[in-house]
């Protein structure tokens, strides 16, 4: 198995992102450090289309891939970074660069899933989401159904009501920035065409689901919240601070 973490600069919402400082370590070098303690992974790579960020890795030790500026999402930069590796690996875990503080229990865990459900070509983690972050676009959110299988992800209110506002006594999941696939699987998603729920939501695993593939879902306790904004980097800091990871 290869941990791949996808990197670009570019982000429309927070522009340079894999670089900013959390807690006096670029967010890329925690997230790559997280990753690095994951027991099931024999290899760990960021795949970037950026130098600077390229320059950053390969000064705290990461093994970098250059990509495409033209892959659409994480997922479609794992693939690029996977063709270029030269060993050849049958589960590759995404690992999106905006969750410093994953656990690499959780890593482990998605990999466990997708390996003990035959069925499945891709599996993830959600874990537990505050009812009033329920309508945040940028917290996505997952419902599974009693087998542990994804019917859907959306950024908006999921489930929602007839009140069309969140119930603070559902058990909203949110879902965390962390996928395994078949490596077979990931170069045939790599040549399907975008389907309309992804370009909707702007949700790749979306495209999983239109094309009629079972996605494994694992419900974790994990506290970290991604970081999508600029906001979100001193949440971050202050949930470090109280867990003593300083």
């Known amino acids: 198995m290869v941990g791949i973490i996808p990197a670009r600069y570019n982000s429309s919402r927070f522009e340079g992102k894999p670089l900013v ?23 760990v790579v960021v795949a970037t289309d950026d130098e600077r960020i390229a320059e950053c890795c390969r000064g705290f030790g990461a093994f970098v891939l250059m990509t495409s500026e033209k892959c659409q999402n994480g997922t479609e930069r794992c ?11 049958h589960l590759v ?5 905006d969750e410093p503080l994953i656990e690499p229990v959780v890593v482990d865990g998605i990999i ?13 983690a959600v874990t537990a989401l505050k009812a009033e972050d329920a309508c945040d676009p940028n917290r996505v959110k997952c419902i599974v159904d009693k087998s542990g299988y994804a019917l859907y992800f959306s950024r908006g ?3 929602s009501n007839k009140k069309g506002v969140p119930d603070p006594d559902f058990p909203y999941l949110l879902h965390l920035g962390i996928q395994c696939y078949d490596t077979k699987f990931l170069k045939a998603y790599a040549t399907m065409p975008s389907s309309p729920l992804q370009l909707q939501e702007d949700l790749e695993q979306l495209k999983v689901l239109e094309n009629g ?11 970290a919240h991604g970081v999508d904004t600029p906001e979100d980097v001193a949440k971050v800091e202050a ?4 867990q003593h990871l300083v």
Not at 93 to 97: A, D, L, S
Not at 113 to 123: C, E, G, H, N, T
Not at 213 to 223: G, P, Q, T
Not at 239 to 242: H, K, N, P, S, Y
């Open 239 to 242: 949930l470090m601070r109280a």
């Open 112 to 124: 466990l899933a997708l390996q003990r459900s035959p069925d499945a070509v891709y599996s993830t």
């Open 157 to 159: 209110l999921l489930p």
């Open 93 to 97: 875990v995404n690992i999106q660069g």
């Open 213 to 223: 593939y079972k996605l494994k879902v694992i419900k974790v306790d994990h506290a």
């Open 79 to 89: 693939n690029e970074a996977l063709e270029k590796l030269r060993t050849k690996y």
């Open 21 to 43: 400082h959390i807690m006096g370590k670029p967010m890329i070098q925690r997230t790559w450090e997280q990753a690095m303690k994951c027991t099931l992974l024999e290899a």
